[in-house]
């Protein structure tokens, strides 16, 4: 699950990525082999720690970037990026706000993140590359090829974890149909669903950074996350045990705080998303409330799955129920009666 630095950085990626007028001017900057410090927010806390420059209040664009970076000082923009505020300001930041960085303008640009939690770009001459500081995290920006080739890398990856996935989840199906499933069918699917959104997560991280060079990514990961985030959590919601204060929510959210480690330690994620554990093996056998599976039946609303869940409790009493006793869920006539039963006899015979 991503923190709030996480997502502050995420934020400052998006308004530099390829494409983009800041990512334009940054760009200008790197290929005219000059260096520069950009404060992307020009609220009061960031005016107090300017001395001298020039009060600019102009529109930007990445001309007029390029040009403002012969001159030695920082440039402040907008917190939109669409005007430059000033320009060849001497910063002057907490000097007590630890720095891990040597260069006077990497250390000035890490000091006034730190300490302002506003987007700080240094772009380094001699180093030819571009440094996002934002809060107490830093991120160097990489060239768009080698982004590509990461998200290609992550891409194949992801393939082979979901077709994992898709095949344990069909045996989990299978199972749920005769009501043999056991704790350590519930926990296999639960880590291979998680790890699969995990890797996702990542390329999703790769695609901020491309903009729109990243389209093609972006069809090949859509198509592969199809369902998975969706299936995780009804499959959590067929399981686990909820209460007043640990809904579905609160269960989702503490899967996702678990590091890897936790996640493929069973006890660890049985206890943490409050699966029942029945006996010290995880053998014996778990009842499915069936969200899941009724769930994907087709033309089925959310509130008939709910209506029928409520009403049989278990998802093998509706596999064990005749046509009539599943008309007389509201919401379910005839035909979704028999819909229902033809469903669920095709997945048991998969």
């Not at 064990?320 to 039963?341: F, P």
Request: hydrophobic share 40%; net charge negative; aromatic share 4%.
């Amino acid at each position: 699950m991503a923190t709030r630095s996480d997502r502050s950085m995420l934020r400052a990626l998006a308004q530099i990525a390829p494409g983009s007028p800041l990512r334009d001017g940054l760009d200008r900057v790197l290929q005219s082999g000059r260096g520069g410090l950009i404060i992307v927010g020009d609220g009061p806390e960031v005016l107090n720690i300017c001395s001298g420059g020039f009060l600019l209040d102009a529109a930007y664009t990445p001309q007029r970037l390029s040009e403002l970076a012969k001159m030695d000082g920082a440039i402040i923009l907008a917190e939109d990026a669409s005007r430059i505020a000033r320009a060849n300001v001497h910063l002057v930041p907490n000097p007590n706000v630890p720095t891990s960085e040597t260069g006077t303008r990497h250390r000035t640009a890490e000091r006034v993140a730190r300490s302002l939690n506003v987007p700080v770009i240094a772009v380094s001459e001699s180093r030819k590359e571009i440094q996002v500081y934002d809060g107490g995290s830093r991120h160097s920006i990489e060239s768009v090829s080698r982004l590509l080739e990461r998200s290609n890398q992550a891409l194949q990856t992801l393939e082979r974890y979901r077709i994992r996935l898709d095949t344990v989840t069909k045996e989990l199906s299978a199972l749920e149909i005769v009501n043999l499933v056991s704790l350590h069918h519930v926990i296999e699917v639960l880590q291979r669903s998680e790890m699969v959104v995990r890797i996702a997560t990542e390329i999703e991280r790769n695609l901020v950074e491309l903009g729109s060079d990243g389209r093609l990514v972006r069809l090949q990961l859509d198509e592969l996350m199809a369902g998975v985030a969706d299936d995780r959590a009804l499959l959590i919601r067929d399981y686990f045990r909820p209460s007043a204060s640990f809904g579905i929510d609160e269960a989702m959210d503490a899967l996702a705080g678990l590091d890897d480690d936790a996640l493929f330690d069973a006890t660890i994620l049985a206890k943490t998303v409050r699966l029942p554990t029945g006996d010290d093996d995880g053998g014996s056998n778990l009842a499915s409330r069936g969200y899941r599976l009724l769930t994907h039946l087709p033309r089925i609303t959310e509130a008939a799955v709910t209506n029928v869940v409520d009403h049989f409790g278990t998802l093998s009493a509706v596999v064990e129920a005749t046509t009539e006793q599943l008309t007389e869920v509201e919401g379910i006539g005839i035909r979704k009666a028999k819909g229902i039963q033809d469903w669920l006899r095709r997945v048991g015979e998969e």
